[in-house]
C-alpha cells in the first residue's frame, strides 16, 4: 500500500524558512515524479514544485521560483522554503506518479494527507 507521509510545516515569520518533507512507501521501484501542491485557503489545490527522476530537473511554479528548492529522490521529496510570505500560506500536500508525471493533478496517483504552513506576523 503506498503512502505518503508529510512533515516539516508549521508557523513562520514572514521572510522566515521552511523545510517540507515527504516519505514515499510502498511503490516497489520507487516513483517517477514527486511534488509539492499547496490549497491556499479559500482556492483550489495547486502546483508548486516537483520533479521527475527520469532527468532530474526540478520545474517550479513562478510565484516560488528563486525561494524554493525542491530535491530528493525516488522515494523522498524535500521542498525548501526560503524568503516565505503570507500568501504562501496553505496545506502543503505531497503528490506522487508511479510512471508519469506528478506535475499535473491529471498525472497525481498518490496524495499525501496534507501539512499546514502558515507564515504570519
Known amino acids: 500500500q503506498v503512502q505518503l507521509v508529510e512533515s516539516g510545516g508549521g508557523l513562520v515569520q514572514p521572510g522566515g524558512s521552511l523545510r517540507l518533507s515527504c516519505a514515499a512507501s510502498?511503490?516497489?521501484?520507487?516513483?517517477?515524479?514527486l511534488a509539492w501542491y499547496r490549497q491556499a485557503p479559500g482556492k483550489e489545490r495547486a502546483f508548486v514544485a516537483g520533479?521527475?527522476?527520469?532527468?532530474?530537473s526540478a520545474i517550479y511554479v513562478d510565484s516560488v521560483k528563486g525561494r524554493f528548492t525542491c530535491s530528493g529522490d525516488k522515494n523522498t521529496v524535500y521542498l525548501q522554503m526560503e524568503s516565505l510570505k503570507p500568501e504562501d500560506t496553505g496545506v502543503y500536500y505531497c503528490a506522487a506518479a508511479r510512471f508519469g508525471t506528478a506535475a499535473t493533478t491529471a498525472g497525481v496517483e498518490y496524495w499525501g494527507k496534507g501539512i499546514l504552513v502558515t507564515v504570519s506576523s
Open positions: 520533479t521527475n527522476w527520469v532527468g532530474g
Open positions: 510502498g511503490g516497489i521501484f520507487g516513483f517517477n515524479s
